[in-house]
């Protein structure tokens, strides 16, 4: 059993920072992909950033310069470090892994349960 649980949203005033964090827990020999989606109402969940597979990190576009993914290993932890926070990047934050359970195991996604962070005017 694998689970992804986030931490950190909130309520916040524009201008503002929030960190979240997810940690992922269970059964798990390797983890190949990790990192922060977003779903706003009435919109597709999107991403916001992530550790690919070859070690590089994707941001979107709309947070680039403000958020900053980062990670420790030894923890399987991933933490999304938000400056300057918009009324925009109100949404429900979601952690995403794609990992192995053991090393005979293909890869398989896991979604944690979502955080919201809300960002007023």
């Known amino acids: 059993q694998v689970q992804l649980v986030e931490s950190g949203g909130g309520l916040v005033q524009a201008g503002g920072s929030l960190r979240l964090s997810c940690a992922a827990s269970g059964r798990i020999f390797s983890i190949n992909k990790m990192g922060w989606y977003r779903q706003a109402p009435g919109k597709q969940r999107e991403l916001v950033a992530d550790?690919?597979?070859?070690?590089?990190?994707d941001y979107a576009d709309s947070v680039k310069g403000r958020f900053t993914i980062s990670r420790d290993n030894t923890k399987n932890t991933v933490y999304l470090q938000m400056n300057d926070l918009k009324p925009e990047d109100t949404a429900n934050y979601f952690c995403n892994a794609d990992l192995k359970r053991a090393r005979w195991f293909p890869n398989e996604g896991y979604w944690g349960q979502g955080t919201q962070v809300t960002v007023s005017s």
């Open positions: 550790f690919t597979s070859g070690g590089s990190i």
